[in-house]
Every structure is written in C-alpha cells, then in structure tokens.
C-alpha cells in the first residue's frame, strides 16, 4: 500500500493504480469537505463516473450518490454443489443453454410479476422512483441484466462444480441513482456547495428528508439485488435438478459492492461508500473474468481500507476500447483454448468483456493480501452472459 498525500486528506492506494483519470477521481474525493480521515483505493480501481470503481471513503454527514454508483447492490452470489466436472463436462452447453431459457438475460425480462417468489415487495419505501419503478422491478426480479453481468459453472481444486452469479438491482437502481442525484445537484446549486459540480459528486445532507429519503430507496435497492440474485441462483438450481436428479448445495455466499452504510471508523460514525468494492468481513467474493480464475475468500477486515476490500479483477480496458482492440474471433478462440464454454444472444459484444479487457486476478489477489484471505479458487468451466 502507497500514499498520496498531496490533498486534504490522504489516499491509501493498493496496487499499481497509475491511471491519470482514475488517481484525478480520487484526488476529488480526497479534497471533498465532509471526507474522513482519507480515502482507499483497492487494486482493481479504474475509472468510473465520479468516483473511481474500486473506490472506498468515508463522510461525515452526507451521502453521495454517484459516490454508490448506478447499479444500486450490484453484488455477487457463489454456492458448491456435489456435483463433479466429469459430471457435468459432458452436457455443459446443455445446461448453459438451459439456465439461459430460465433466466433472462439483457433487456429481457420475465412476462408476468415476479412478486409472489420474493417478500421484498412487501414494504417498498415511499419514494416516487420506487412507486414508479415498483411494476416493473416485479417482472425483472429473477434476471440477470447486461454487460459485465454473469452465471458461470465453476471448478475447484477438487473437481466439485460452483455457480458464481453476479448482477445487482437492474433498472430500478438505475432509477433511483439519477432521481437523488438530480435532487442533490439542485441542491447544492442552490445552497452553493463548495464541491464543484464537474466532479460529479452531488451530496445529500443523511439528516434531512430527501437525504433520508434516498439512503431508505438505496437501502430498498440492496434488498431488491440481493433477491434477485436469490431467485437466479434458484433458477440454476432448478436446472441442475432436472438434468442430474438429485443435487446438493452448500448454503450461498452473497456480497454486495455498491453501496453505502452507516459504520464506525477512525472514531466517527460515518457514511462509508464502496463503490465496486466489498466489506471484508467473513466470508466474500472476489471474481476475476470469464477466462481466469475467481476467488472464495476470508475478509480481513483490515481498518485502513475501510475493512473493504476489491469487488474483481477490476477492467483494464474499458468497454469501447476493447470492442476496438479486441476482435471478437480472436476472443472466442481464446475462451476455446482456455476451455471455457460460452453461452451469449448477443457474442458481436464479447469482446468488450475478454479476458484481456481485465487486469490480472492473481495480481490483484497479491496486491490486497493484507485485505482478504484466499479459501477457494475457482476455474470456469461455461459462463452466461448478460
């Protein structure tokens, strides 16, 4: 771990963070008024839209919700079967193709609400994004989305099969991120904050009515993806039922890394902002992509991080750059090489998600070992892509 100390409060880098944009983003964070103590970069950092992704800090008083992020509880979910992968090698597209039938991928979502499969809609918070998004988010729970977003079947070093789900709250996320944050730019418009608004950094007062308004949607939202990765993993499980009768799992891990919470650091209560990052404690997930390895591991919970710790491997290119540098072929070439089988509507886009457009998980692993412990390494064996 490096130091920047140049601002008005420092930035604990771990890794080889040397991004111009992204170490710029953090500087802003670290120059915020109301940030406390310093701000944390965890090695899979990169470049987001007002905060880096992969970015951690803590503020007194306020909540910033490009400082969350779009994709409201975006997280992970990972579980073991008994099955083994002479079990399943034989079949994979099969079962990939399945899963891909059962759960809906992209801008699809399920034709009728979803509401009777989940409690989560049982008490929605008063907040006129979610009253309208609500009929909606009933028919995308249980889906996977897009981009980055994916279910893949997993091996470890003993030949058992893992499913390693990651998507977070779809649309209705989305939503409530670019309400409160219009609400907060408005704001401090108004009441002239200090904080530029090009950052991108909108805040909102955590004891006022809208503020509260938006840590209670926001909160709603980490509920929501977190069913929704619960009804997918169920939809898996399904499909693994039919093909190979009876199956066991082992009980889920489930991580979020958009977000934010009310926590104790440094002696302060604070508002602690991981976006694209995980609270290490217990048990958490680190995936890497869709050709390289993942990781089951024991979070640390080291009190310089923020007891954070990466959320992945963390891009190295972004999107547009690896659909022009990347050829699709040549991808899929390689995840054949790799043995990784891929099932995907859309495959014109699959490079913007090779393994090339990602930094090296291993390296990554190495950089946080203060951070996190490893358990479990996994190997993919077929990937779903949103």
Known sequence: MRTITTERVPIYVWGEIDDPDTLAQARNIANLPFAHHHVALMPDAHVGFGMPIGGVFAAAGQVVPHAVGLDIGCGVRAFKTDLQRDDVEPVLDDVLHAIMR??????????????????????????????????????????????????????????????????????????????????????????????????????????????????????????????????????????????????????????????????????????????????????????????????????????????????????????????????????LRDLERRGVHLAKGRQHDVAEEAPQAYKDIESVMAWQRDLVRPLVRLTPLGVVKG
């Open 102 to 331: 059962d759960v809906p991928q992209g801008f699809d979502w399920h034709h009728e609400s979803q509401a009777h499969r989940t409690d989560v809609f049982d008490e929605v918070p008063d907040s006129p994004v979610l009253r309208a998004e609500k009929a909606r988010a009933e028919r995308q729970a249980g889906t996977l989305g897009g981009g980055n977003h994916f279910i893949e079947l997993q091996q470890d070093a003993d030949g058992f099969v893992w499913v390693m789900i990651h998507c977070g709250s779809r649309n209705v996320g989305k939503q409530v991120a670019e309400h409160y944050d219009a609400i907060a730019r408005d704001l401090n418009r108004r009441e002239g904050s200090p904080v530029p608004p090009q950052w991108g950094l909108a805040h909102l007062d955590v004891r006022s009515a809208v503020g509260s308004e938006y840590l209670a949607a926001m909160g709603w939202c980490l509920r929501f993806a977190k069913e929704n990765r619960r009804l997918i993993a169920e939809s898996v499980r399904d499909v693994l039922r039919r093909r190979f009768g009876s199956v066991s799992f082992a009980p889920d891990v489930d991580v979020h890394h958009n977000y934010a919470s009310t926590e104790t650091h440094f002696g302060r209560d604070v508002i602690v902002h991981r976006k694209g990052a995980v609270h290490a404690r217990g048990t958490v997930v680190v995936p890497g992509s869709m050709g390289t390895a993942s990781y089951i591991a024991e979070g640390l919970a080291n009190p310089d991080s923020f007891e954070s710790c990466s959320h992945g491997a963390g891009r190295a290119l972004g999107r547009r750059e690896a659909m022009r540098r990347l050829k699709r072929d040549e991808v």
